[in-house]
Each structure stands twice: as structure tokens, then as C-alpha cells.
């Protein structure tokens, strides 16, 4: 029985009965042998788990996500008990220390280190690509001064879509490339463009002589100077930050990328869905709250009360937790240490005063502790965000940047696994079933839905 039920392992051997889990269904008697491979068991595997012949079988049910692995993938590598990150096998303090965000960019999609050749037409290729179609501009105009930069990143990232029409021709692997390095080398554009917009000023074009973090800071920062030269102790801190933010395995807006590429859609709009569940605060916009949350805090002394909020869930402590990390996120880690460097140029920033007792406060109180709640990527990295001048809400678009490379790498890897299909999970139904249509004289009210007036909402506000 167990011979017949095992499935091929992927060595191509039958797996032993060690590699297995029974079950016995109780509502049956029946037992059945499942395949453990890799510390998973396929889901599908218990759709022969049936009641009745015309059974649909058993499902897995799994909100979230919170059990449920989607893919295989070599791309990043986190241990969450033991603070972990590795990209390719390399650690993350290692590429930190040595490497930079392009050399990265490049490890990450093409999965090895390039040699200086590689590397150094990699940087040409993503240098020469950093302009965008003219018409981008008019979209941006559209805006209103005050719009969200993530808002019009979102959209003009799939605005990308119309201009490279062949990116649709996602087995084409020149394609994929060339959507790669469009990517990589026109969001700061499209970044930096936002951020001006938002100020009323100048859209500043790229420059070929500069860095690719050197390039942001001057479409970002350029006035009326002939040359932007930047500080190359902000070069660098921006290197470092975007190596630490690049990939992160299966998180919520990868997963997004995931399933959206999943309906070979263009890899444009596939970034876009990206960049959508990247905006939200329980994710990438935390860095951003975490600013806003020290704000409100104001001082050491209100540390105490803001905590006890926390406890009492009136507030939710920004930039700690994690749903893989249960230990420091290496991150923070790597970025706190970063943090002084970036005040040398740009002058102390008062709110890491309150941030660094916020942590130590937390981490020696066991409502945090017994949690497993520690600092995350976003604790600390809008502190030099903000020295750096960036208003609070472009610090999301900070890591939307970065995190582009990231999604290219997990997109392509999802194209190339023979396992793919189109991303469609399915469902426990709990609504009615089969009801006869009512006439409209003869119903009552079932439903409390908001209308104009329960909402004070002027109809001619639109
Ligand atoms: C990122 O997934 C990734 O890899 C994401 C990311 C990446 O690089 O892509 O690392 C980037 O998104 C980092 C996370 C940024 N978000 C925040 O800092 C927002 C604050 N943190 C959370 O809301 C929360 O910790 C999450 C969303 C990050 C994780 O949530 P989980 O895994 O669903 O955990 P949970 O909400 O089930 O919390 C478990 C317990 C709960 O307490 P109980 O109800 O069991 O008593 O911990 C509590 C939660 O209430 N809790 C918090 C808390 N986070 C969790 N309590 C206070 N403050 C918090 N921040």
C-alpha cells in the first residue's frame, strides 16, 4: 500500500515509508500514505482523501499563507529563529560590506556573481537606460501636487507596459533581459520625477558620469548647479540600504508579483501589482509609520505611555515584527550601524534618541519578548530617509527602488519553473445557495451598506 501511494521523490527514487506521513481518515477508516519531501507534503495529495466517490476531496485551508509554501526557489535565503539573510548563499553582511546594489541586482537575477567584464556591461547597459519616454512626463503632470509618490510610481510603472509593447513576449529571454535593465534603471527616474513633481520643481535628467545611487541623488536633489556631485558617504549609504532591501524571499508584494506574472501578463504590470501591496502600511510602508509613530511619541519620557498603548492594541509598534524573522532582523542591524555614518554628513537625527530607547525598552519587556517581536528592516531606515531630506512619503518609494531587482529575479525564476501554472487558490464557500430572485416592491432592508447620508458625503463632491 505504502509502495503504491508514494509518489517519486524528485531524485527520481521512491520515496521510503520514512518520507511519509499516513492519515487515516476517521470519517472513512481509510488510511493513506502521503509524501514528505523537502518538509512539505503537496496539497493535492489529499484531494484522494474523499467521503463518498463524488467527493471533491480534501483541501488545505491555509489564510495567509501562514503554513503554505508557493514555490521553490534559490534566490534568498532567511532563517527566521537564527536572524539569517543570505542572497544566493552569499550573507547579507558580506554583500553589504563588499559588493554593490547593481553587482547585487545582478547576483540576485542572474544568479551568480559577474565577473568584471559582466559587471561592467551590466552597469553600461542600466546607465544608458535610465531616461524615460517624454510622454511619462504628461502623466506625471496629471497628478495633483500633494499625490502620494507611491500612488504615481504605481502607476507610471505600469504606464512602462504601453511603451515596451514586446515585453509581452515573456518566453523571449532577450526580453526578459531588456525589461529587466528598463526596470532596474528607470525607477529612480520615475522616483525622482515624483518627488519633484510633488515640489513643484524641475524634472532633473539623468547623468551618465554618476553613480547609479550618485544618479538618484541628483535627479532627486540638483538645482542650479552646472554638476550635481554627491557626497559619496550618501552614495554609499544608499548602496547599502538598497543591497539590504533587495529581496526578501516570499513576502506579501512578491507574492503579488508571483501571482500576477503568473498570467504570463508583461513584466511591467507584473512590477506594478508589486509596487501596489508594497505600498501598504503592514508592509513596505511601515517605514514611513515608524516616522510618523516617533513623531507622535515626541520624547523618552512618552515612551513608557506609548507602550502601554501598545499593549492595550490602541497602537501598533512600526518597524518591529516580522512574520519569518523571530529574532534581530539582520537588517536593522546592518542599517542601525549605518545610521551614524549618514548623520556625519547630514547632522544628528534627534529621533533616534527616541527610537534606540523605543528598542531597548521593548525588547526588555516580555509583552514584546514572548512575541518574538523584534526590529525589522523598517525600524531604523526611515531615520536616514529622513536626514536625508526625503519627505516621509517618498521613504516607501525608497524601497520600492531597491526592491524591483528583487521582484525581476523572483518573476523570472517563477517563469522558468516547469511547476508554474496560473495562480487561482481555491475557496471555503459560505454564502447562500440557490435562492429565487425577489421583486424589488417586495423586499426588506438585509444590509447596513453606507449611503450618502449615513456618511455625511455631499453627492456633488463627486
Ligand atoms: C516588511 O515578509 C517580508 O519579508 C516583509 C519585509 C520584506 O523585506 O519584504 O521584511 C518587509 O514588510 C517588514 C514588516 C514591516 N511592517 C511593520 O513593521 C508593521 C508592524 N508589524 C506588524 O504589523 C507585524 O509584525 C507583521 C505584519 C510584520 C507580521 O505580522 P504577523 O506575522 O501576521 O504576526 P501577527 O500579526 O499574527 O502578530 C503576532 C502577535 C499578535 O499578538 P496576539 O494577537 O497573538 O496577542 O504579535 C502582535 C500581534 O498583535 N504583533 C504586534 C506587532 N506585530 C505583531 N504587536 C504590536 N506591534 C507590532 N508591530
Redesign the pocket.
Given at each position: 500500500m505504502a509502495e503504491e501511494q508514494a509518489q517519486r521523490d524528485d531524485g527520481g527514487g521512491l520515496a521510503t515509508a520514512r518520507d511519509t506521513l499516513t492519515v487515516t481518515d476517521n470519517r472513512t477508516g481509510e488510511t493513506y500514505d502521503i509524501e514528505v519531501t523537502d518538509g512539505t507534503v503537496r496539497a493535492m495529495d489529499f484531494r484522494q482523501i474523499k467521503v463518498a466517490e463524488d467527493d471533491f476531496g480534501l483541501m488545505t485551508y491555509d489564510p495567509?499563507f501562514m503554513n503554505t509554501a508557493s514555490c521553490r526557489s534559490s534566490i534568498c535565503f532567511i532563517d527566521g529563529e537564527a536572524g539569517v539573510l543570505e542572497y544566493r548563499g552569499y550573507p547579507i553582511e558580506q554583500l553589504c560590506g563588499q559588493s554593490t546594489y547593481l553587482e547585487v541586482a545582478y547576483l540576485l537575477i542572474y544568479g551568480e556573481l559577474p565577473t568584471e567584464e559582466q559587471l561592467d556591461e551590466w552597469v553600461f547597459e542600466i546607465t544608458h537606460h535610465t531616461f524615460v519616454h517624454e510622454n511619462i512626463k504628461k502623466f506625471v503632470e496629471g497628478f495633483r501636487y500633494d499625490a502620494h509618490p507611491m500612488g504615481m510610481l504605481l502607476a507610471t510603472i505600469g504606464a512602462l507596459s504601453t511603451f515596451y509593447p514586446d515585453a509581452k513576449n515573456i518566453d523571449d529571454t532577450l526580453e526578459r533581459h531588456m525589461a529587466a535593465v528598463r526596470l532596474i534603471a528607470k525607477v529612480p527616474t520615475l522616483a525622482a520625477f515624483a518627488y519633484r513633481h510633488n515640489l513643484g520643481l524641475p524634472y532633473v535628467y539623468p547623468d551618465n558620469d554618476l553613480s547609479y545611487p550618485g544618479n538618484f541623488l541628483s535627479m532627486m536633489f540638483k538645482m542650479t548647479e552646472t554638476k550635481y556631485e554627491p557626497d559619496p558617504r550618501l552614495e554609499r549609504a544608499l548602496d547599502v540600504l538598497w543591497i539590504l532591501?533587495a529581496d526578501?524571499?516570499q513576502?506579501?508584494?512578491t507574492n503579488a508579483v508571483r501571482g500576477v506574472g503568473s498570467s504570463e501578463v508583461d513584466p511591467y504590470s507584473a512590477m506594478a501589482a508589486g509596487v501596489a501591496a508594497l505600498y501598504g502600511?503592514?508592509?513596505?510602508g511601515?517605514n514611513e509609520q515608524v516616522v510618523r509613530m516617533l513623531e507622535r511619541i515626541e520624547s523618552v519620557e512618552n515612551i513608557p505611555g506609548f507602550l502601554e498603548r501598545?499593549k492595550n492594541?490602541e497602537e501598533?509598534?512600526?518597524?518591529?515584527?516580522?512574520?519569518?524573522y523571530k529574532n534581530y532582523d539582520p537588517r536593522a542591524r546592518i542599517i542601525k550601524e549605518h545610521v551614524d555614518q549618514v548623520f556625519a554628513v547630514t547632522g544628528r537625527n534627534p529621533k533616534l534618541d527616541i527610537a534606540v530607547e523605543l528598542e531597548k525598552r521593548a525588547l526588555d519587556d516580555e509583552y514584546f519578548t514572548s512575541?518574538k517581536?523584534y526590529p525589522?528592516?523598517?525600524f531604523y531606515s526611515g531615520l536616514i530617509y529622513e536626514a536625508l531630506n526625503l519627505p516621509t512619503d517618498m521613504f516607501t518609494v525608497m524601497f520600492a527602488i531597491p526592491r524591483t531587482s528583487g521582484w525581476i529575479a523572483q518573476w523570472d525564476e517563477m517563469l522558468e519553473d516547469e511547476e508554474t501554472k496560473i495562480a487561482r487558490p481555491r475557496q471555503i464557500y459560505t454564502g447562500a445557495r440557490t435562492r429565487d430572485y425577489t421583486p424589488i416592491g417586495e423586499r426588506t432592508q438585509l444590509t447596513d451598506k453606507p449611503t450618502a447620508e449615513t456618511h455625511l458625503i455631499d453627492p456633488a463632491a463627486g
Open positions: 495567509a532591501h526578501h524571499e513576502n506579501c508584494s502600511p503592514l508592509h513596505g511601515a501598545v492594541r501598533r509598534l512600526m518597524g518591529f515584527g516580522h512574520r519569518v512575541r517581536l525589522n528592516v523598517d
